[in-house]
């Protein structure tokens, strides 16, 4: 609901977040209709060259049958490869010898006395 439309190219992002979710499900919900797309041209192709191009019909139907499968996976990759590279982490050193432990005296801290003598 931006009121003034952008134009012109996106401007370089300087962070390493990854783009929200409604983003990401858009992206997704293309990727999977334009697989099915394709699913139902070979679908069409097949049924339309059974009989003149066997050959041809059978590619279709083997594309057909597989291209669901691949959609389901190439949709549901969308969120975890968007994630971009994470900073390497410097390796903690070994300690060779454990930290020096201080024993603690126990303190006991009294409230304020009051003079209720007087």
Do not use: F, K
């Not at 069409?44 to 019909?57: E, F, H, K, Y």
């Not at 059978?58 to 994630?83: D, K, N």
Request: glycine share 6%; proline share 13%; charged share 15%.
């Amino acid at each position: 609901m931006n009121p003034t439309p952008r134009h012109g190219p996106r401007p370089a992002s300087i962070t390493r977040a990854r783009p929200g979710l409604s983003q990401d499900v858009r992206g997704r919900q293309r990727r999977y209709l334009a697989a099915m797309l394709v699913r139902t041209a070979c679908v069409v192709v097949m049924a339309t060259t059974w009989n003149r191009w066997p050959a041809l019909a059978v590619c279709a139907l083997a594309g057909g049958l597989v291209i669901p499968y691949v959609a389901v996976v190439a949709a549901q990759a969308g969120w975890g490869r968007q994630r971009g590279t994470r900073p390497v982490l410097a390796p903690v050193p070994a300690r060779e010898e454990p930290a020096v432990r201080v024993p603690l005296e126990p303190t006991l801290i009294l409230p304020p006395q009051h003079d209720t003598a007087a």
